[in-house]
T-cell receptor, first 115, second 113 residues
Framework: DTGVSQNPRHKITKRGQNVTFRCDPISEHNRLYWYRQTLGQGPEFLTYFQNEAQLEKSRLLSDRFSAERPKGSFSTLEIQRTEQGDSAMYLC?????????????FGEGSRLTVL | GENVEQHPSTLSVQEGDSAVIKCTYSDSASNYFPWYKQELGKGPQLIIDIRSNVGEKKDQRIAVTLNKTAKHFSLHITETQPEDSAVYFCAASKGPPGYALNFGKGTSLLVTP
C-alpha cells in the first residue's frame, strides 16, 4: 500500500502525559500537512511542511504542540502535557508541490483520547 | 481568517434522487474550492475541485458550481447510490495548489435504497 500511513491509530492517555504521532507520506510527496478533526467538525489545519521546512503553523498549534519532519520524509507530531481538549482525530496528509491539482491525500488518522 | 459555512448538516435522499450541498466562504481572495468525501473510519478523499476562474465542473454524476460574486459554491450528486452515503466536506483556500485548506463542518449524506 503506497498511501499515507499514520501510527498509532488509537492512543488513550491520561491528562498531563506526552504523546507522539507518526506520519509516513506518499513517497514522492514533498508537502506534508497535519490537521485535527473533532466529532462533527471538519478538519482544522495545524501545520504544514515542504520537505523538512515547516512553512506555516496555525494559531491552534499551541506551545504544547510540536511537529517535525527531520529528513523531509516522515513527520512526527508531539503533544506535551495533554489536556482533555486535545482529544481528537489527528489527520496527516501529503501532496506533491508543483502538481497540477491541490489534492491532499489523507491518512486514516490517529485518534487521541485524553482521560 | 477564512470562514466556510456548509449546509445542510444532514441530508437524506432516496436512491436515484439528486443531492445538493451548499457552501459559502468569506474571503474573496480564496481561489480553490475542493470537495472531500469521508467514509467512516477513513480519512477524507478528494472527489472534485474547482478553481476561481471556472464556473462549473462536472465528473460523471458529480458536479460543482461556483458563484464568485456571491461567494458560494455547491456540490451536486445525481442518480445517488447507497455507496454515496458518507460525510462530505467543502473547503476553500487562497494560496497556490496545496495551500492550507479551510473546511466546512460537513454534511452527512444518507442514501436509502
Amino acid at each position: 500500500d503506497t498511501g499515507v500511513s499514520q501510527n498509532p491509530r488509537h492512543k488513550i492517555t491520561k491528562r498531563g502525559q506526552n504523546v507522539t504521532f507518526r506520519c509516513d507520506p506518499i513517497s514522492e510527496h514533498n508537502r506534508l500537512y497535519w490537521y485535527r478533526q473533532t466529532l462533527g467538525q471538519g478538519p482544522e489545519f495545524l501545520t504544514y511542511f515542504q520537505n523538512e521546512a515547516q512553512l506555516e503553523k496555525s494559531r491552534l498549534l499551541s506551545d504544547r504542540f510540536s511537529a517535525e519532519r527531520p529528513k523531509g520524509s516522515f513527520s512526527t507530531l508531539e503533544i506535551q502535557r495533554t489536556e482533555q481538549g486535545d482529544s481528537a482525530m489527528y489527520l496527516c496528509a501529503s501532496s506533491r508541490a508543483g502538481g497540477s491539482t491541490g489534492e491532499l491525500f489523507f491518512g486514516e488518522g490517529s485518534r487521541l483520547t485524553v482521560l | 481568517g477564512e470562514n466556510v459555512e456548509q449546509h445542510p448538516s444532514t441530508l437524506s435522499v432516496q436512491e436515484g434522487d439528486s443531492a445538493v450541498i451548499k457552501c459559502t466562504y468569506s474571503d474573496s481572495a480564496s481561489n480553490y474550492f475542493p470537495w472531500y468525501k469521508q467514509e467512516l473510519g477513513k480519512g477524507p478523499q478528494l472527489i472534485i475541485d474547482i478553481r476561481s476562474n471556472v464556473g462549473e465542473k462536472k465528473d460523471q454524476r458529480i458536479a460543482v458550481t461556483l458563484n464568485k460574486t456571491a461567494k458560494h459554491f455547491s456540490l451536486h450528486i445525481t442518480e445517488t447510490q447507497p455507496e454515496d452515503s458518507a460525510v462530505y466536506f467543502c473547503a476553500a483556500s487562497k494560496g497556490p495548489p496545496g495551500y492550507a485548506l479551510n473546511f466546512g463542518k460537513g454534511t452527512s449524506l444518507l442514501v436509502t435504497p
